[in-house]
Each structure stands twice: as structure tokens, then as C-alpha cells.
């Protein structure tokens, strides 16, 4: 039933390092990929999104690069820093009845 | 507003029980999904609603659970009779019309003895 694929499923990063964490579809006819954010204890919230007929998108220190021939995309954090310690879910989303699927997610840890 | 709200934030069921759990979702808000939250499986899409309508309920793990929208601001999600498989987080999420950001709900942490 997995239809967004993630790895990895964790990630040890150092302070000042960057993050990659990479998702991989097989219906071509998903038009919308967002990144979730969860904390401990919390329930995701949407961190950065894009369409699929850009192959970037920049927001601060987070991007997403998007290979529409691949099927794949991925999140890079730059310059990651511990308070970005969370899971991650990468999704896709069909926009004309909003079903949205998720990656099985990647906890990542940013050490000091 | 105050966002998706889940009741209860956890609880604690002997197997066999009934299990409901609640969502009011924000005000507006014509999506519903479920979905539930283990370490091996990740966050699984159990059932969506788009005004108030069953859309896809093949994530559903099997009869003993059931999903409904009595109206367009509050869904259940039933398990008859639980077991401990069951146990995980379970979250619902809502979103606008036409607008694909999905906000979640705090969750809520069952566990199945």
C-alpha cells in the first residue's frame, strides 16, 4: 500500500552539516509534494511544498529538488542545526480529490 | 481557531473493548483523513472524507474498524472489538476546499493491553 517510498528512516547529522532525506513515487499522476514536520509529541505540520513543473524550491535553509522523469524527490536542510531534530514525511497529494499519501517518515538528529 | 481537535490525547483499552476516538475538525474545512502512526509502518492513510463523504477507505485495516462524519465538523473513528495491534498514534487532519495543506490534530495515543 506504500506508495510514497522514504529513506532513510533515520539521520545523524552534525551541527552546520546537511540534511538529505529522499522519496520516490510511482503514480504519475500525483500533482502536489509536500514535506511534513513533526516534533515529539505533536502532529505534523506542513514545512515546505512544491508542484511538479518546478525542479526547485527554496524556503530559508530548506529546498526541495524535484525530479519529475526520476519520480523522486527530495529535502535538503542546509546549515542544520539540533531544534530541526523531528521526523520527517515527504507526501503526495492528488489535487483533484486531495488524497494525500506519506512516506513512512525519517527521524532525523542534529547534534550539537 | 483552534485547530484540529483529538479526543482523548491517549488512551488505555483492555482487548475486546470499543474503542471511539473523536475529531472536530477547523471550522471550514471540507477534507478529513485518518491516519495512523506506528515506528514499522510509518503514517498510514486509514479513510478520507471530502464533505462529509467516504472517498477512499482502503487504508481501513479491516471490519472492525469504522469511520464516520455525522457532520461537517466532527468524524469518529470506531475499533470493535480492539486488539493489541491496534495500538499507535492515530491523527486526523483536516484541510480547506481546494487547498492541499492538511493540519493535524495533536493525536491520539492508544494502547491495547
Known amino acids: 500500500q506504500q506508495q510514497v517510498k522514504q529513506s532513510p528512516q533515520s539521520l545523524i547529522v552534525q551541527k552546520g552539516g546537511i540534511s538529505i532525506i529522499n522519496c520516490a513515487y510511482e503514480n504519475t499522476a500525483f500533482d502536489y509534494f509536500p514535506w511534513y514536520q513533526q516534533f515529539p509529541g505533536k502532529g505534523p505540520a506542513l514545512l515546505i511544498a512544491?508542484?511538479?513543473?518546478?525542479s526547485e524550491k527554496k524556503e530559508g535553509r530548506f529546498t526541495i529538488s524535484f525530479n519529475k522523469s526520476a519520480k523522486q524527490f527530495s529535502l535538503h536542510i542546509m546549515d542544520s542545526q539540533p531544534g530541526d531534530s523531528a521526523t520527517y514525511f515527504c507526501a503526495a497529494c492528488l489535487l483533484f480529490n486531495n488524497d494525500m499519501r506519506f512516506g513512512a517518515g525519517t527521524r532525523l538528529t542534529v547534534k550539537p | 481557531d483552534a485547530g484540529v481537535i483529538q479526543s482523548p490525547r491517549h488512551e488505555v483499552t483492555e482487548m475486546g473493548q470499543e474503542v471511539t476516538l473523536r475529531c472536530k475538525l477547523i471550522s471550514g474545512h471540507n477534507s478529513l483523513f485518518w491516519y495512523r502512526q506506528t515506528m514499522m509502518r510509518g503514517l498510514e492513510l486509514l479513510i478520507y472524507f471530502n464533505n462529509n463523504v467516504p472517498i477512499d477507505d482502503s487504508g481501513m485495516p479491516e471490519d472492525r474498524f469504522s469511520a464516520k462524519m455525522p457532520n461537517a465538523s466532527f468524524s469518529t473513528l470506531k475499533i470493535q472489538p480492539s486488539e493489541p495491534r491496534d495500538s499507535a498514534v492515530y491523527f486526523c487532519a483536516s484541510s480547506p476546499a481546494l487547498n492541499t495543506e492538511a493540519f493535524f490534530g495533536q493525536g491520539t495515543r492508544l494502547t491495547v493491553v
Open positions: 512544491i508542484r511538479p513543473d518546478v
